[in-house]
């Protein structure tokens, strides 16, 4: 069972796939008195077959692909809390409660999760601006070329990740258009920023990269997140 955090449409959503589905939940034969392994394609079939309306559907269903063992693309469905209280409702094999009570724990802690994320993410942009003026107002963003936050983002980034920001990027799989901080965890983020508030006040009292750089690197007391 897998509930995730996943961009859809530009939002951050909890979701789980139709696969994680089929694999989790079996199909009891009433008649054979049996139990049997769920097929993708017959979760995919109740998706489609679903007597909800479009409006719940695009709400709470979303299109999307895998790659399976043979490293094709195959169709699977995203699908959010209650999209996915809506698919199981006429799961009944004896197991199915079970699962059921499981994933809606997954779902209620990740959503959890998700808001924590949400929160740190606007706390980090007022730090984030605060670093950013302090570098300003500094001689390090002209000595630098305009390019001081990149080169003390990219410090930080090494001090608690081991990886400049281009190494996450492709580590996370993601382009130079998408904003790496939307695919940290609130963990990450409220390090990031408690380190941009260190470096912010480093830079407030003339200190300058060299200096900042050995610093947190000696006495980084926080801790440090390992990819």
Request: proline letters at 1%; glycine letters at 6%.
């Amino acid at each position: 069972m897998l509930v995730e955090i996943k961009r859809i449409s530009k939002m951050e959503m909890t979701v789980v796939s139709s696969l994680d589905v089929a694999e989790t939940f079996t199909y009891f034969d009433e008649e054979n008195q049996r139990e049997y392994i769920r097929e993708h394609k017959a979760v995919l079939r109740t998706i489609r077959e679903l007597k909800c309306s479009d409006e719940f559907r695009g709400e709470h269903f979303s299109p999307s692909t895998y790659i399976d063992s043979r490293g094709k693309k195959q169709p699977c469905e995203l699908m959010d809390k209650d999209g996915f209280t809506m698919l199981v409702m006429g799961f009944t094999d004896p197991k199915a409660i079970k699962f059921k009570e499981a994933y809606i724990k997954q779902f209620n802690a990740m959503e959890k999760a998700l808001q924590g994320k949400l929160i740190e993410r606007e706390k980090g942009i007022a730090v984030r601006q605060s670093l950013t003026k302090a570098l300003q107002q500094s001689a390090e963003n002209e000595r630098m070329h305009g390019h001081a936050y990149s080169t003390y983002t990219n410090c930080i980034y090494k001090v608690l990740f081991g990886k400049n920001a281009k190494q996450l990027r492709e580590e996370l799989g993601i382009s130079k258009k998408d904003n790496l901080r939307d695919y940290l965890s609130a963990e990450e983020l409220k390090a990031i920023q408690s380190m941009e508030c260190l470096v912010s006040g480093l830079v407030d009292c003339g200190w300058g990269y060299d200096q900042i750089k050995e610093f947190i690197q000696q006495n980084n007391t926080m801790l440090q997140i390992a990819a």
